[in-house]
């Protein structure tokens, strides 16, 4: 057991050390991690474009500015390209970004809100199309912005290397993401297919760990489908598991991953922000999974040892880094040392805390919005962050594999989520259940179509009742998961396209919607739509309710009833005109004219053929 004495000396060491960085802070950080000036192009010259034009000839047009914040607002936009040599040879993707900022720009749609971040957060939109243009819009687009030619390939290298400086001086981060076709393998991209890109998870990433306090993300998927986008989920999403065409660019990436992490955790110090800090500092075996670098172990300087024993040297430098004194010390949100241990998932750590006196059954013992491991137990977390080994040492240290969260959810439903499978398999040869329900109803297979984890889905669809099959298709929408291949993968298993929800009045989801159905008539969202129109939904109404338009599609596809009506009396198509179409629009007769307005314009024909082609996974 650490002493007393040494105790106090280690958290007065980091306190000590986040003082001095606070009277250090220098308010250009964004700026020093720049090495390549920041470019951008006035909206007002992207929207005159018809496709992008290359760095180099815009420059010499003289039409590009180097950004100064006193300009105005700047929007930073993440993309997924279309070709190998140019990002979208077409114009497909360019011609959704102007259109779209031309109809916010010009009060024909707005942003909407987004219903998981409604669920998990409690808040509703926090953002509006007038907030963006309040100011004069710049736009960063990497061919644009970014030197191009071959013989540039340097100063490409010093803007990469500049990127996140640039998210951390823009004002708003746009996913593009509309449904276009790749031109060398005619792969459809989506947001799905932007999230699995290494590149774009690196942007993403860049956004997450900005030094402003307000930097807010936007999804556009259409002309006129722009939604705000959630900002949690990208811990699941680390840079090294990602796509890259060139394998050399992974490791081009790590350093500028390890100095992103490294300056938010000198961020959250200088502004005493210790919670977060250590919630960063231990999460770093996540961050830089599949990249050649290691986590910063010595960010606090001053730790001396002289033990042999590599167990008692991790674990010492492990309190030490995180301004602990004792194995059951718990800090104002409810974490203990054997919590963030957990997060970090060295087994070598674990043990040695569980040899200290630490319990194998401790949980964080607080809730909050913006921490999603909230009332957790550890096997819970180390079950979400795939890490396994550390899961088995739990499991062989008489954790509680039946235990459960806050929600009433278990660690199989958390592995399920993050489509770990390895966990899965390991929490059910340990005794876990995988028919246990959570507070709402839901099994771990629910849990993992609503997170779009097909690989999971499949481990757990041998234990799954039908009836859980035929709920996620309803769940993996609400969950914001209703991407064409799990909708298209729970229907292959038979999931009733035309099953209508209920749920009993005095049930915990009953109450709950109850609430939030009384809430509808006084303030409108999109969570509170849904609750207002459960009774009697169907998966088809429900992929209109929350935008989920890639089901809309499938679902149609796969002969989904357009005349079934809820218990309000509302068909798919009353919804759709109720709350989908913007209010210049003519009245929709059909849902694919739905569609068509989002910029879904073969979206039926590719749901169909999508649907048609699935393959019912292997049940093993």
Same mark, same amino acid.
């Given at each position: ?104 720009? %010009? ?43 071959? %013989? ?58 900005? %030094? ?130 957990? *997060? ?210 499938? *679902? ?61 996974? %292997?049940?093993?």
């Amino acid at each position: 057991m650490l002493a007393p004495c040494c105790a106090n000396a280690r958290s007065s060491a980091l306190e000590l050390y986040a003082q001095q960085l606070r009277d250090a802070a220098d308010q250009s950080l964004s700026s020093k991690l720049q090495q390549f000036a920041m470019y951008v192009v006035p909206l007002e010259i992207l929207l005159s474009m018809s496709k992008p034009a290359a760095y180099e000839t815009l420059l010499d047009d003289g039409v590009l500015v180097e950004y100064d914040e006193g300009m105005g607002n700047a929007m930073f936009v993440s993309h997924q390209w279309t070709g190998t040599e140019h990002p979208d040879i077409a114009g497909e993707q360019f011609v959704v970004l102007k259109d779209a900022l031309q109809a916010l720009k %010009t009060g024909k749609v707005d942003i909407s809100g987004n219903i998981s971040i409604e669920l998990y957060r409690g808040l509703q939109n926090s953002i509006s199309a007038k907030e963006i243009f309040s100011k004069p819009l710049f736009i960063w687009y990497d061919y644009i912005c970014c030197p191009q030619q071959h %013989t540039a390939f340097a100063l490409r290298q010093m803007a990469v290397n500049s990127i996140p400086g640039y998210v951390d001086r823009c004002q708003f981060f746009a996913i593009l993401c509309p449904h276009v076709r790749h031109e060398a393998n005619n792969l459809l991209l989506n947001k799905r297919s932007w999230g699995s890109r290494g590149w774009c998870r690196m942007e993403q990433m860049a956004q997450e760990l900005s %030094t402003k306090e307000r930097c807010v993300s936007i999804e556009i998927q259409g002309a006129t489908h722009v939604v705000e986008a959630p900002t949690y989920g990208w811990m699941q999403s680390p840079v090294g598991g990602g796509q890259f065409t060139l394998q050399r660019d992974r490791e081009k990436l790590a350093p500028v991953v390890q100095d992103m992490v490294r300056r938010k955790l000198h961020a959250y110090l200088a502004r005493g922000d210790l919670d977060s800090y250590r919630m960063m500092l231990n999460m770093q075996n996540v961050h830089y999974r599949n990249l050649p670098i290691n986590p910063v172990d010595d960010l606090l300087p001053g730790y001396v040892s002289d033990h042999q024993d590599p167990a008692t040297v991790v674990m010492e430098n492990f309190m030490y880094q995180n301004g602990f004194d004792s194995v059951d010390q718990r800090n104002a949100e409810g974490w203990s040392p054997m919590c963030y241990a957990a *997060l970090d998932g060295r087994p070598l750590l674990l043990a040695a805390l569980l040899d200290n006196g630490a319990d194998v059954n401790d949980r964080v013992t607080q809730s909050s919005p913006t921490n999603p491991f909230g009332l957790c137990p550890l096997i819970h977390i180390c079950a979400f962050l795939s890490h396994n080994e550390a899961l088995q040492l739990l499991i062989d240290r008489r954790a509680d594999v039946k235990a459960r969260d806050g929600y009433s959810t278990t660690a199989l439903a958390w592995a399920g989520f993050s489509d770990n499978v390895a966990g899965i398999h390991t929490l059910i040869a340990g005794g876990a259940d995988p028919t246990m329900l959570d507070m709402i109803g839901y099994a771990p297979f629910a849990l993992a179509s609503s997170a779009g984890a097909i690989s999971s889905m499949n481990a757990l669809l041998p234990y799954t009742p039908r009836q859980q099959i035929d709920k996620s298709l309803l769940f993996t929408m609400l969950q914001g998961g209703g991407s064409a291949q799990v909708v298209s993968t729970l229907v292959a298993l038979d999931a009733d396209v035309n099953h209508q929800a209920s749920t009993p009045l005095l049930s915990p989801l009953g109450i709950w919607f109850g609430c939030l159905s009384l809430r509808h008539r006084m303030s409108e969202s999109k969570l509170s739509a849904y609750a207002y129109h459960y009774e009697g939904l169907t998966p088809l109404m429900c992929s209109v309710l929350t935008s989920s338009f890639e089901a809309t599609a499938v *679902l149609l596809g796969a002969g989904a009833r357009t005349d079934l009506r809820n218990a309000r009396g509302k068909t798919a198509i009353d919804l759709a005109r109720e709350i989908s179409a913007p209010h210049h629009i003519v009245p929709l007769s059909e849902l694919g004219s739905i569609l068509h307005v989002y910029g879904y314009k073969n979206s039926l024909r590719q749901g169909s053929l999508y649907f048609h082609s699935i393959t019912i996974p %292997t049940m093993n």
